[in-house]
Nanobody
């Protein structure tokens, strides 16, 4: 049974950094599109950062230049390094995994395309 477990969330001040981890079991990282979504209170869920089956990364405009998605296939873990955090980055962050080799726009816009999701980890950024 595939399981994704996020960790690394917490509370930081604006300008700070956090690194989120997503440990996968019964799923091979690097084999297909994986990514991070987030949902802030009262807002719609949005795609944040994605890594496809050949290692190409894509980012939401709001996080470009600040966030970096990466993976360690030996550890079967996906990461999200978040630098220059802003209060607007406050949200629950979810890891998601799919069977698609590419992270098309449909996938980046809709977490429903990902059959596997983690339980989420909270990130809170204070000003």
């Amino acid at each position: 049974q595939v399981r994704l477990v996020e960790s690394g969330g917490g509370s930081v001040q604006a300008g700070g950094s956090l690194r989120l981890s997503c440990a996968a079991s019964e799923y091979t990282t690097g084999s297909a599109c994986m990514g991070w979504f987030r949902q802030a209170a009262g807002k719609e869920r949005e795609g944040v950062a994605f890594l496809d089956g050949i290692g190409t990364s894509t980012y939401a405009d709001s996080v470009k230049g600040r966030f970096t998605v990466s993976q360690d296939n030996a550890k079967n873990t996906l990461y999200l390094q978040m630098n220059g955090l802003k209060p607007d980055d406050t949200a629950m962050y979810y890891c998601a995994a799919s069977f698609s080799s590419t992270c098309t726009t449909d996938y980046r816009d809709n977490m429903d395309f990902f059959p596997y999701r983690g339980q989420g980890t909270q990130v809170t950024v204070s000003s």
